[in-house]
């Protein structure tokens, strides 16, 4: 392309009807991509290059004159992007015309393999998006044509801002925002606030915290007495109640004595006519010695008798059973217990002795950590929620176990490190805490399980 000069120059008022125009056609584009070939190309009307080149801070060269694509990677483009990048840091007034002479050797050595003498910078008017319009041709430029085409290119731009933005990806902005590639291109890291929140979330991420789980987990006595049932029967009566402080000797509950007093009567009267039978048989030994061999198994029975006698009367004192030691009696509902049939051995209720507490948990399947010994735990309290217990840990079973509620789940058992007023028996959430790990590896650690188990890798 060659300019047009005529003797008179071209008519203004034909200019300002040509930029009229293309402020209408900008407007009524559709696209970023039609507005930008609608600049390195027709804006030659307002006045005349031979070449045009548009250049986006985090596009690169967005559009040439005469090319329907640009190639980005051609030597070509690159010297292009080099010499935006120099006349943006420049800082200089908005819009110039330059040569060669005014440039680094490194850039004007290439000026004349792909251009003319002489061109004309047109930086954008938002200094964020850092890009600008390049003219060059073989004339100088005159300031009217510089006004000119600096009104043009401001009209230019409220039309391809909006859409630019609209067009440009996702991963392309963040990526701008990111790595300051938006607006000026040789903006440093502390100029980029993304990064630098970047910086401050990895930094976060990566801050040493405990292991931490949560489980269920009550006080328990540490090493309670079981009281058993000494005898075959029927529970007949409960001397106290849940979780009642009993002394040592203190009556706990009783059996139904009915049939041993039943027993214990038919034993006496059975040993009472071994023994009638034994004096009669006697007496008749005095006139007969034939019947004195019958006295040594009459004797034996006297004794048979009783023994039996004598063992039914323990058995009605093991009928009323006392305290083996103070402490605090656990069961469960007593009338769950009257009228019951037990047999011996059978566990009745427990008495824990004053201050024999620790923490029992139970570690779900999922949530096991490796814990090391005197790991930290504590147990915060329905009761009490503010005033955690803090306890060691004493073991975690190497087996897990079903509990009434049909999950499985580990037992831990925890020393506590200093003396509770809470009584045993009350419940709460125990947290468990192991080994230090990163902030991020504790919040993906179920998440990161979760996708493990479903997807099998």
């Known amino acids: 392309m060659t300019p047009n000069h005529g003797a008179t120059g071209p008519d203004p008022t034909q200019l300002l009807v040509t930029l009229l125009d293309l402020s ?53 483009a690159l010297w292009l992007r080099q010499l935006c990048r120099h006349l943006l840091a420049q800082n200089t007034e908005p819009a110039h015309a330059l040569t060669a002479d005014q440039l680094p050797p490194e850039l004007s050595q290439a000026w004349g393999e792909w251009w003319p003498t002489h061109a004309l910078w047109l930086p954008l008017p938002d200094a964020r998006q850092g890009g600008g319009l390049l003219l060059a041709r073989d004339l100088p430029w005159s300031p009217e044509e510089l006004a000119l085409l600096r009104e043009w290119v401001d009209t230019w731009w409220h039309a391809f801002a909006p859409l630019y933005q609209a067009d440009l990806g996702f991963w392309q902005r963040w990526r701008g925002r990111l790595f300051g590639t938006r607006g000026n291109a040789v903006r440093r890291w502390w100029q980029r606030p993304l990064l630098l929140w970047a910086a401050l979330l990895a930094g976060v991420l990566a801050v040493p915290v405990h292991m931490t789980v949560l489980a269920p987990g009550e006080l328990v006595p540490t090493h309670p007495m079981v009281v058993r049932a000494p005898i075959d029967g029927v529970v007949d009566i409960f001397h106290v109640q849940p979780n009642q402080t009993v002394k040592k000797d203190q009556a706990l509950f009783g059996f139904d004595e009915a049939l041993i007093q039943s027993r214990i009567q038919v034993a006496a009267q059975t040993l009472a006519t071994a023994r009638t039978d034994y004096r009669q048989t006697s007496q008749q030994a005095l006139v007969d010695a034939k019947v004195r061999p019958q006295l040594s198994a009459l004797a034996g029975k006297i004794e048979e008798k009783r ?64 814990l090391d010994q005197d790991s930290v735990v504590r147990l915060y309290l329905n009761a009490s929620p503010m005033a955690p217990v803090t306890a060691r840990l004493r073991y975690m079973a190497h087996d897990a176990v079903q509990r009434p509620d049909g999950s499985y789940a580990y037992r831990v058992r925890a020393v506590l490190a200093a003396p509770t007023d809470h009584r045993v028996g009350l419940k709460g959430t125990a947290k468990l805490e192991g080994e230090r790990v990163s902030l991020l590896y504790w919040m993906m650690r179920r998440p990161l399980a979760t996708v493990r188990g479903t997807l099998g890798i």
């Open 24 to 76: 209408r056609r900008a407007r009524l584009a559709k696209s970023a991509r039609e507005l930008g070939f609608l600049l390195v190309n027709d804006s030659h009307a307002l006045g005349a290059y031979r070449q045009a080149a548009l250049w986006l801070g985090d596009a690169g060269v967005y559009t040439l004159s005469g090319l329907v694509q640009v190639e980005a990677n051609a030597p070509y």
């Open 307 to 370: 023994t039996e006698l004598e063992y039914l009367r323990d058995q009605l004192t093991r009928a009323r059973v006392l305290a083996p030691q103070a402490g605090v009696a656990l069961f469960d509902d007593p009338n769950e217990w009257i009228g019951r049939p037990v047999t011996v051995g059978e566990r009745i209720l427990r008495i824990a002795a004053p201050g024999d507490v620790e923490v029992e948990a139970w570690v779900p399947l999922a949530d096991a950590i490796a």
